[in-house]
């Protein structure tokens, strides 16, 4: 299964467009995933993605395959429930093939087959067959095969004829299995058909019993799907570019009712007609008579224009705006700077170290106050040493006594207390001035107590800024994105903000009336 199929699949809901966007012009060679960890650093909800999939990859890797699908399937707190969205995409039919999903999976670890590959490896050679008791009655549309459609029964029934050939040369093996029909060796046997510039008469004739073969079941399966109909039947087809195939389905009923007695030929709808109409019952058609209206009472109950009228699309909202670009909204001096780089001869740039190293310092800040704090040191230089293997010892040191120096501080406490999250991405919408705003964004450490909500984002100038003034506004602008978004899902609690300048360490409030301020700026751009 590819990647683009599990992006697409309930899982993830991304649709074609924007799956377009991510891999069209990701470069040669460069892995989907690749370029999703690219545009992770823009786009806060393909980065929620991203850190999906590696925690997928690292729990497959260490649990057996039933215990990494169970805990994928089901829901709960820190589960997926990813059984939930197939069902909501799927229908309740889905419960059925993710059931026996878990139990073939269950055998194969019974069996031995606990790693992933191992299961997906013998799911391949010996999927397992679904039996479904489809004939109860529900209020819904059943479209399946003809083959699957044996044993069941409909008041109505559509056969729907795509009108192609039901037998195609193309489409028979290389190696075709014969049996000899004259005398001499008697046995199976297999004819390797090259092509016609080899063929003779014996392939000709193999493949004319072939074909004779493919439409005597073409028309078994025709009457297997016509006698599914308990009251009425309609056969029905479509086609291409193309004209339809002389047999079709839908041919062969026209041709049989179209001379009967009983056939009535009708000219409506005329994109299909000739429509013929076959009867087998003796009872009269029931024609519905017209019921004169009554004016009186169709004046007293009429509705309103305005709820017969279909209602104006609504407008699309624009891209999503990102908190952390809010700046260049309220900054006057704000130019964006052409890059002198070819997008055509230059290769693909590396992030600068600046953006390296703080990256490594999100991520650390992110999972380090999980871990007991004796136990951080050990796996917080590891994950330096994969990440800065090219840095220079002084420079691993210094992030790690950075991030030490803020998770031991305990002015910081409050941020990296137990029920406190990293990176929550967020997302909704804002009027600004007279437009409406989609902002989509990630908080990088968010903290709910019983009268407050504190948000943080982390910073790592260097030299950080001593006060809340020397700090660019458009960092308070994203403060204000963020508070903003957060009221509406905490009424009773108020909403705190702070910069957090991981060289220094420094933390900088930013009060109410600051991110008040910056709102208005933000609506007056």
Sequence with gaps: ????????????????????????????????????????????AVAGMVDTLQRWQNDAAFKPAFEFYAALL???????????????????????????????????????????EALLSALDGQAPEIKREMDQTRDELRIMTVHAAKGLEAPVVFLVDPGSAPFVAQHLPRLMPFSPRREGWQGKGFLWRAGKDVSNAVAASFEADAKVKAEEEYRRLLYVGMTRAEDRLIVCGYHGAREPQALTWQNVVRQALSGSETAIELDRPAICAPVYRYRVSDAAPVEREAAEPDVAAV???????????????????????????????????????????????????????????????????????????????????????????????????????????ILEDVRFSAIFAPGSRAE???????????????????????????????????KTNRPAPETLDEAPAAYVAQLALYAELLKPL???????????FTEAPLLLPVSEERLGAALERLTGA
């Design 74 to 116: 089901s829901g709960g707190p820190d589960r997926e429930g990813a059984r939930r969205l197939f069902v909501a995409r799927l229908g309740h039919e889905a419960n059925d093939i993710l059931d026996e999903f878990l139990s073939f999976a269950l055998a194969g670890e019974r069996a031995g087959l606990n790693g992933l």
């Design 1 to 44: 299964l590819s990647l683009a199929a599990v992006l697409k699949s309930p899982l993830f809901g991304m649709d074609e467009e924007r799956l377009f966007r991510l891999a069209w012009n990701r470069g040669k060679a460069v892995p989907l995933f690749d370029a999703m960890r690219a545009q992770a650093l823009q786009d806060p």
């Design 490 to 500: 905490y009424p009773d609690r108020r909403v705190e903000a702070a910069l957090l």
């Design 299 to 405: 004046s007293d109950t009429a509705l309103p224009d305005a709820l017969l009228t279909p209602p104006p699309m609504p407008p699309d909202l624009p891209r999503p705006l990102s908190p952390s670009r809010a700046g260049a909204l309220i900054e006057a001096d704000y130019e964006p700077v052409p890059s002198p780089r070819s997008p055509v001869l230059d290769g693909e740039r590396k992030p600068g170290f600046a953006v390296q190293r703080g990256l490594a310092v999100h991520k650390l800040l992110q999972l380090l106050p999980d871990c007991p704090e004796g136990g951080r040191e050990a796996p917080a230089r590891r994950y330096l040493e994969r990440v800065g293997g090219d840095w220079s010892e002084s420079e691993r040191e210094n992030v790690w006594r950075s991030v030490l120096g």
């Design 424 to 458: 929550i991405s967020v997302m909704g919408a804002l009027t600004l001035g007279e437009r409406r705003h989609a902002v989509s964004g990630k908080i990088d450490r968010l903290a709910v107590t019983e009268d407050a909500v504190l948000i943080v984002d982390y």
